[in-house]
């Protein structure tokens, strides 16, 4: 079991990471970051990961424009 010591090192490490995070303009919530932290641990290359990451964002931001388009011009199809 983690000890109250190991836990408080790790919410530190995490906030500190947050905030490198935000001051880089990732983007990030601390859930996403914990996510990425968790899978950089088990061996998840992290440029990789980040390539993901910004490949989703595009495609993301791909389909609100076509929302946005679709819902501007009245064809709902």
């Given at each position: 079991m983690a000890s109250a010591a190991n836990?408080?090192?790790?919410?530190?490490?995490?906030?500190?990471?947050?905030?490198?995070?935000k001051l880089l303009n990732t983007g990030l919530d601390m859930e996403s970051l914990s996510i990425c932290v968790r899978l950089c641990e088990q061996g998840i290359n992290p440029e990789a990961l980040s390539?993901?990451?910004?490949?989703?964002?595009?495609?993301?931001?791909?389909l609100k424009v076509k929302e946005i388009r679709c819902f501007s011009f009245g064809n709902f199809t």
């Open positions: 836990l408080n090192a790790v919410r530190e490490t995490m906030d500190v990471l947050l905030e490198i995070s390539s993901v990451i910004k490949e989703l964002r595009k495609a993301s931001d791909s």
